[in-house]
């Protein structure tokens, strides 16, 4: 029964991820939480299926993908990682986390109230890529949960759906390979994580397609409301985690 809902949970998180481009980790690492599935393993089971279900999605969409920009936000990640690893050895991660979500409930109600009192775009150097890179290192080290920060600063630089899309999965796929290779380095991978990903990748090719299909059906200014939704959510799940 556990594995049946183990397998449930991840391909509603591999949806999610397929329909907005991100999210998968902050929903399905407190629900396998719920159902007292090992943290280990689900952290090494989340992150290989983000990889998996990003390329497809960075395919579908590298004509939308700022490769300079990509470059700026993979070196500020990999200057992030060990930053992301120091807080959880070293810091209080429950305390920043939950700085977290309070940061991204404001930002999301904040930004829903702005659609309807529209701003400029603020005119950010590209050099605050990196800053965003390192944040998103930083979160996704210590709570695999690097793709908001790349959210947040996409709406913050107005990326039209597409390109936010297209540069979060491009990123996904280079910062989760190394993730998924310090992963199976650090000896985080067993025999479950193998059998549930023989069973769940062929379940993909329904799920992928299907949420390809669900994102195509929302336009623009929909999207944008959406993400904004969602981020507000997340930010409730970051405050009530642990």
Known sequence: MTYFLV???????????????FGEALVTMPLLALIAFDLQTSTALIGALGLLVAIPVAIKYRQHIDLQTLKRLV??????????????KLGSPIIIMKILGMFIILYGSYNLYALKHPRPALN???????????????????FNSHGVPIVVYGTIKKWDSDKLRGILQGHFVCVGT????????????NM???????????LLFIVVPF???????????HFTKYVFGILILFGFILLIKN
């Open 7 to 21: 397998i449930i949970i991840t391909l509603f998180g591999a949806l999610m991820r397929t329909v907005f481009g």
């Open 75 to 88: 070196l500020g990640s990999i200057l992030g990682i060990p930053l992301g690893i120091l807080i959880i």
């Open 124 to 142: 950010l150097s590209n050099r605050y890529d990196y800053l965003a890179g390192i944040i998103s290192g930083i979160l996704g080290a210590s």
């Open 178 to 189: 190394l993730v998924v290779l310090s992963q199976l380095g650090s000896g985080m991978w």
């Open 192 to 202: 479950t994580v193998v059998k549930l990903l023989a069973i769940i990748i062929p």
């Open 211 to 221: 949420g390809n299909w669900v994102g195509s059906k929302i336009d623009s200014e």
